[in-house]
């Protein structure tokens, strides 16, 4: 009885485990990085420098992260606005991603 009652406990321990696994991964939030890729590579390139279709090097890019938070959400010229794309928290993983970036020169 007793060997029972632990090969259920494994069993729900070990179902436990699997699904404490799958959360974290579905509702983790997208880094700066990827979704700098995902929404901005195609114009400012995979690190800043590109300029395709004119636009800025984000490298050496001398905006604070009040005006750049703005940029992405309003857009500018011909830089889109990400207003609809974008949360606030996406956008600022983003925004620090681009500091991080224009800081590294
Ligand atoms: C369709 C092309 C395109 C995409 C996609 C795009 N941008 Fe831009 N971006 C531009 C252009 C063009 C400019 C220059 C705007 C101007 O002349 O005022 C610009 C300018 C900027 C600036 C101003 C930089 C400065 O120092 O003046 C920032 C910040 C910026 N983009 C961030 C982003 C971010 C973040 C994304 C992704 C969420 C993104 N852009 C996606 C085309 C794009």
Redesign the pocket.
């Known amino acids: 009885m007793r060997y029972y009652l632990a090969f259920i406990m494994a069993i729900w321990l070990a179902c436990n485990i699997a699904s404490d696994e799958t959360p974290p991964v579905a509702a983790s939030a997208t880094s700066g990085s990827e979704?700098?890729i995902?929404?901005?590579?195609?114009?400012?390139g995979t690190d800043g420098p590109a300029r395709?279709?004119?636009?800025?090097?984000?490298r050496?890019?001398?905006?604070d992260s009040v005006?750049?938070l703005k940029?992405?959400r309003e857009?500018?010229?011909?830089?889109?606005s990400?207003k609809t794309?974008?949360s606030i928290e996406e956008?600022s993983e983003?925004?620090s991603?681009?500091l991080m970036l224009?800081k590294k020169e």
């Open positions: 979704l700098y995902r929404y901005c590579s195609a114009c400012h395709i279709n004119g636009a800025t090097n984000l050496q890019s001398s905006l005006r750049l940029i992405v857009g500018r010229n011909k830089m889109p990400f794309q974008l956008t983003i925004v991603y681009i224009s």
